[in-house]
Structures are given as C-alpha cells and as structure tokens.
C-alpha cells in the first residue's frame, strides 16, 4: 500500500502528544518508511502500525482523523490527474475503481446504482488481525472528499453504511459524514442520489 494518503500521520499523533517513530519501529518498518509518499510497504504492517498509533493515543476514530485533510493530489499524481480530468462524475468513479483494482492491495471498490439510489462501496480483501476498521474508516472518509470535490459544495450523501460496530463515540463520525450513519452493517459504502453521476466534475 502506498504511504501518501497517510502522510499525515506523523502531523495527527503530534496533536495526541505521541511519537511516531517507536511505533513504525513496533510494526516492523524501516525508520524511512514514511521517506517519500511513493514508498509502499505491505498492507498488514500498515494497518498494524495505524492501529498502534490508535492505541497509543487513545483514539479509537483515528484512521478518520487521518482520512480527514486527504485531497485527491495526496492519491498520487495519476489518480489525481484522472479524478480531476474526468468528464462526469461516474467516468471520474469508474476510473477511480479500476484503478484501484488494478493497483490496490487493500480493498475491493465497486460503484452500482439501483432502487435506492447511487452506491460506492468498499471491501477490504482480507480481514486482518489488527486495523480493518481504520482501513473502512479512512476509506469511507477519503471517498466522501473524493464526492465532496467531484460534486462540490452542493453534493451530499443520502446515508453512509459502516460494517464495524458502533464505536462508543459517534460524534465524530456525524460531524463528517453529516448524513445518516449505520453501524454494524453487510457492508461499508456511501450512498448518494444517481442524478450526480452524469454531471460535471
């Protein structure tokens, strides 16, 4: 996986008074790993250090904290090259899925459209020892910036659905989804009105 998208994280544990360091140290990474944001290390590492970094803070919604300033440029240029260069919202969707299909080792992404409406959903390949929630968090929240900037001020989920139980807290999910939440869901996904995919980027 690579490190761009999470190049905050050092920034996001100083906030906790927390060091990042001994934690990449603790998850087995080079003391580099963070280096260059093309940098890749394998997913369970990752994950084990993202969950690390949670614990240590004592912040179970971290990977949505961490997901949170994520523009499309932190993708990396190709990505953000086809998001920004899409004709329509569901080209720029289509694209974004493909090529996280054929690049990603993380998770599977699919858009469909049906009764209810517009549907991008997110399922991580495997479900790892430690860190599968960041991973749903951080994505789910890294595609509704991905909406956000497509659609623009105006565009807004109908709903978002989360496959982990509900946390203790659910504030800070409301306060950035502001749209109906479901914890404990089959799967995690955004759902949106369809009438946003033939628009305009």
């Not at 990603?104 to 517009?118: F, I, Q, R, W, Y």
Request: glycine share 8%.
């Amino acid at each position: 996986m690579r490190v761009g998208p999470i190049f905050g994280l050092e920034a996001l544990l100083a906030r906790f008074g927390v060091a990042l360091a001994p934690l990449v140290a603790e998850a087995g990474l080079p003391p580099d790993c963070f280096g260059d944001p093309d940098n890749r290390w394998p997913v369970d590492r990752l994950l084990d250090l993202v969950a690390r970094c949670a614990e240590a803070a004592t912040c179970p919604h971290l990977g949505l904290l961490l997901a949170q300033p994520v523009e499309p440029a932190a993708l990396g240029a190709p990505l953000a090259r086809l998001l920004g260069g899409a004709l329509t919202v569901e080209r720029a969707l289509r694209g974004l899925t493909m090529n996280l299909h054929l690049n990603g080792e993380a998770l599977v992404p699919a858009l469909s459209t049906g009764p209810d409406g517009a549907c991008f959903s997110i399922t991580p390949y495997a479900y790892h020892l430690r860190g599968t929630d960041h991973l749903e968090d951080f994505s789910l929240a890294v595609l509704t910036n991905i909406l956000r900037f497509l659609g623009g001020p105006k565009w807004t989920p109908l709903r978002v659905t989360l496959a982990h139980r509900a946390p203790a807290d659910r504030r800070p999910y409301d306060e950035f989804f502001r749209a109906p939440l479901t914890f404990g869901a089959p799967q995690s996904a955004v759902h949106f009105d369809p009438s946003w995919l033939p628009r305009r980027p």
